[in-house]
């Protein structure tokens, strides 16, 4: 993100600036070699003009994609870098340095083959000097012809030949302007997809009071498509109903775009194409609160707050006091695991207290006071012991019969009980019901 914003703040401090003085300069000489000889004007510009505008619009045609890679290639090495820095304790007690480091040197490679494409399809731009140096050639053999003549002074020769080697500078610069234009454009747009990810959409939000929409109420996916960019879709063509109550598994490979169907699915993302709707509801036009208290999506990755655990499971969108918070957790079958807290519900828990897995479990807990119509968890037993895994289906089988349950699973066999598998990328839907339970 703050690649793209510096990169638009360079744009717009030096390269703006650059073509407004370039297109300026270049006309007023265009005019002023007009007046000096305006047939020898509009030969040298009917040259010129045609083969030096093709180079530049095929520049500006590959450049789109070009600058697109590289945008993408920078952001995934900066991700790279920010995500080692909290993950560094993990990633070591994983033994996973070596992993982490072939795929931070893969996301390197991009960015140096995404650059070097770059400054190949910039050197398309060095035609421009070969159409140049053809256009002084012949302006020379002219002018002579011209000055033999007696149609054009010795005088007005020289100056025109130098005054065009002028325009010829101005275009260049006007040419490498578009370019960091084109390059700005595609990271505005890069910037305007991270803004729209985000989910800052509510404001248009058209379903806001609570008795709009129901307490429970089926998910219906029709045509869904999104890509994170413009020229790859994650999601293609998805169309799905979930009815309530469902226990839906989704599964598939890293990078099949599971987590992204989550979010969709939770609203944080607005679809390219289709709609996701929640009884009948396209959920892109409901309030955000009010479809985060219908639709709950428990993240792989959990970030509790500092303070007690009774606090940070109090942190849903019911605001539910003391009793309601010890009623879940003995409803969830948590009581023994809060018991094993030196301070059970009272315990401080700050970021590194508790496992992945409690987190989890937190997560889950703080869901149910919620009483979510639909809950998404997103790989939440992958890399969690048994026995918290053990704990969290436990407390997934223990939640409300008519909510609606999605869980992303890496393998499909991690989570037991589901009803139907849902196979991504192909969005491929199976029967399993019936089907003995798997547990981790
Ligand atoms: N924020 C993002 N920006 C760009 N590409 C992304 C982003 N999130 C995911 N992707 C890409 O989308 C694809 C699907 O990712 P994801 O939904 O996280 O898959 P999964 O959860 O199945 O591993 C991957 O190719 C991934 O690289
Ligand atoms: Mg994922």
Same mark, same amino acid.
């Given at each position: 993100m703050t690649g793209e914003i510096n990169g638009l703040a360079s744009f717009a401090a030096g390269t703006l600036p650059d073509? !407004? *003085? &370039?297109?300026? /300069? $270049?006309?007023?000489?265009? !005019?002023?070699?007009? $007046?000096?000889?305006?047939?020898? *004007?509009?030969?040298?510009?009917?040259?010129?003009?045609?083969?030096?505008?093709?180079? %530049?619009? &095929?520049?500006?045609?590959?450049?789109?994609?070009?600058?697109?890679? /590289?945008?993408?290639? #920078?952001?995934? /090495?900066?991700?790279?870098?920010?995500?080692?820095?909290?993950?560094? #304790?993990?990633?070591?007690?994983?033994?996973? !340095?070596?992993?982490?480091?072939?795929?931070?040197?893969?996301?390197?490679?991009?960015?140096?083959? &995404?650059?070097?494409? #770059? /400054?190949? *399809?910039?050197?398309?731009?060095?035609?421009?000097? $070969?159409?140049?140096?053809?256009? %002084?050639?012949?302006?020379? !053999?002219?002018? &002579? %012809? $011209?000055v033999g003549r007696g149609a054009l002074s010795v005088g007005a020769a020289v100056v025109f030949v130098l005054a065009t080697r002028d325009v010829f500078h101005r275009f260049e610069d006007l040419a490498g302007a578009i370019g960091d234009a084109r390059e700005a454009q595609v990271r505005l747009a890069r910037l305007l997809d991270l803004v729209r990810a985000t989910g800052q959409h509510g404001s248009t939000g058209s379903v806001r009071t609570a008795d709009a929409l129901p307490a429970r109420g089926e998910l219906r996916l029709r045509g869904v498509g999104f890509g994170h960019r413009h020229d790859k879709r994650v999601i293609d063509e998805l169309t799905l109903t979930v009815p309530p109550g469902e226990r839906l598994v989704v599964a598939g490979g890293t990078g099949s775009g599971k987590s992204t169907l989550g979010k969709l699915l939770a609203g944080l993302y607005v679809p390219d194409a289709g709609s996701v709707r929640f009884a009948g509801h396209d959920i892109a036009l409901v309030d955000p609160a009010l479809l985060r208290s219908r639709i709950v999506l428990v993240p792989q990755e959990v970030h509790l707050v500092d303070g007690t655990l009774a606090e940070n499971l109090a942190m849903s969108a019911s605001r539910p006091g003391r009793a309601a918070v010890e009623r879940t957790v003995e409803l969830l079958g948590l009581t023994e695991w809060v018991g094993t807290l030196p301070y059970g519900l009272d315990t401080e828990v700050g970021t590194r207290t508790l496992s992945a897995g409690e987190r989890q479990l937190v997560a889950v807990a703080r869901a149910a006071l919620t009483d979510p119509a639909v809950l998404i968890l997103d790989e939440a037993t992958a890399g969690v012991d048994r026995m918290t895994a053990a704990r969290i289906e436990e407390a997934l089988a223990a939640l409300a019969a008519d909510r609606t349950l999605i869980v992303i699973a890496h393998r499909a066999d991690t989570i037991a009980r589901g009803r139907r598998l849902l196979t991504m990328p192909d969005g491929r839907l199976t029967d399993i019901a019936g089907e003995t339970a798997v547990r981790p």
């Open positions: 073509l !407004v *003085t &370039a297109a300026t /300069v $270049l006309l007023l000489t265009v !005019v002023m070699l007009a $007046l000096y000889s305006w047939p020898l *004007t509009v030969l040298l510009l009917l040259a010129f003009l045609p083969p030096a505008l093709l180079t %530049v619009r &095929a520049f500006h045609h590959r450049a789109g994609p070009v600058y697109a890679e /590289v945008a993408a290639a #920078e952001a995934a /090495v900066a991700a790279g870098f920010a995500e080692s820095l909290p993950a560094q #304790e993990q990633l070591r007690t994983s033994g996973s !340095v070596p992993r982490w480091l072939e795929r931070f040197a893969r996301a390197n490679e991009r960015l140096l083959e &995404a650059q070097s494409v #770059e /400054v190949r *399809t910039e050197l398309r731009l060095n035609r421009l000097a $070969l159409i140049q140096a053809g256009c %002084v050639a012949g302006l020379l !053999v002219l002018s &002579a %012809v $011209l």
